[in-house]
């Protein structure tokens, strides 16, 4: 009877960190949009849409959300930072660089955020975990990843707005978390969190969003961004959360790095020298140790 449930959840949260693969490459189809507007459209546009899939549920539970309401706005801040981050680091560092930092921080930063506030005990596991990661990720720092034709010259900016989109990723997730162990619903808080930061996105939309319209491509690239990954991934992965243990789901989301690089390197021409290809491995290895219990309690 619990088979089909978890094999669908299973399914779902593949599915969602396929689409989530895709958002670096999909950009690079739009280069004369800014990363800020791809950002703000994609979490901002996204966002409002996820709110209003949740609108009936975050009524009734609205006294709850007001009087946790420093949950979030917090959230909902790093929300609004997060695409900012991710995608500016994108652009100055190449597609697979900046998904493999940010998706390769936010575990670690997300376990110093819960020891910080004493949810989470320290482990042997753990510690190897951050040191396999932080290792992976100094050796992506300094391989050499240019080619022929594409040259980043901002990498170590890139590089550390990928380690910023890791740390809100971590901090917007956390807050989310918070909330429903507030009793919240998840679909009500995770609802009202990003469909805050999706206000907050909304400035820069209307400010920057001329070039949308410039090309059939950049609005399509924009459409897909907003609806594709952002709406439907994050459908994908509630409903794989609401059948699945959330650490096989963490693990299984391993995959959105991989598909990245892969898109990156067959679509968009980058290429990676064997310093960064073991940079890559060892930051999987990391996410592996740390999401992964290696034995039961």
Known sequence: ??????????????????????????????????????????????????????????VKQRQLLIKYRSFLILGAVAVAIYPLAFYTSMRWAGVTIGTVVSIGSAPILSVIIEYVNHDFRLTKQWLIGAILGIVGMLLLAFADNNTE??????????????????????????????????????????????????????????LMGAPLFESVTNLTVGVYMAAIPMLLGYLCYGFGLANIPASTATTITLLEPVIATILAIFIVGESLSFIGWLGILLILICLIFITVPLKRH
Do not use: D, N
């Not at 971590?170 to 206000?199: D, E, H, N, P």
């Open 1 to 58: 009877m619990q088979l089909l449930p978890r094999t669908l959840g299973i399914l779902a949260v593949i599915l969602a960190s396929v689409l989530w693969g895709t958002t670096g490459t999909a950009a690079t189809f739009a280069p004369s949009l800014s990363p800020l507007l791809v950002g703000a459209v994609a979490m901002g546009i996204g966002g409002l849409l996820q709110c209003l899939l949740a609108l009936t549920q975050i």
């Open 149 to 206: 034709t594409i040259v980043y010259e901002h990498l170590s900016m890139g590089i550390l707005l990928g380690l910023i989109a890791g740390l809100t990723y971590a901090v917007y997730s956390w807050c989310a978390r918070q909330l429903m162990l507030k009793g919240i619903a998840t679909k009500s808080a995770m609802g009202a969190t990003f469909g805050c930061g999706g206000l907050l996105l909304m400035p820069i939309v209307i």
